[in-house]
């Protein structure tokens, strides 16, 4: 049964790609669930009143901050890492 599958993939494509995938799209779907939840968490804070406005922008601006900055650090990686001269 399961040769019926493997077939039709192209010899380029491993099932180590298909693994790798599967494994990057599990840590973007894990990524996405800690994001909501602490977007979700901060909401009701701010909803009980628990978190005053001040506390809950700063937090909005440093998310921002880090994200710009894993950006700027991870675009010369990766073009670092794709280049043949080693």
């Known amino acids: 049964m399961i040769g019926r599958l493997e077939d039709p993939v ?8 298909l693994y790798r995938v599967a494994g990057w799209l599990l ?19 701010e909803i009980a009143g628990m978190l005053p ?3 809950l922008s700063t937090v909005w601006i440093g998310i921002a901050a880090m994200g ?4 700027v650090l991870s675009l010369p990686l990766y073009y670092a890492a794709r280049t043949t001269d080693r």
């Open 27 to 45: 840590r973007a779907y894990v990524a996405t669930l800690l994001v909501v939840g602490v977007y979700s968490l901060l909401w009701l804070l």
């Open 53 to 55: 406005g001040r506390w």
């Open 10 to 17: 192209p010899p380029s494509v491993a099932k180590t790609t």
């Open 68 to 71: 710009a900055v894993f950006l």
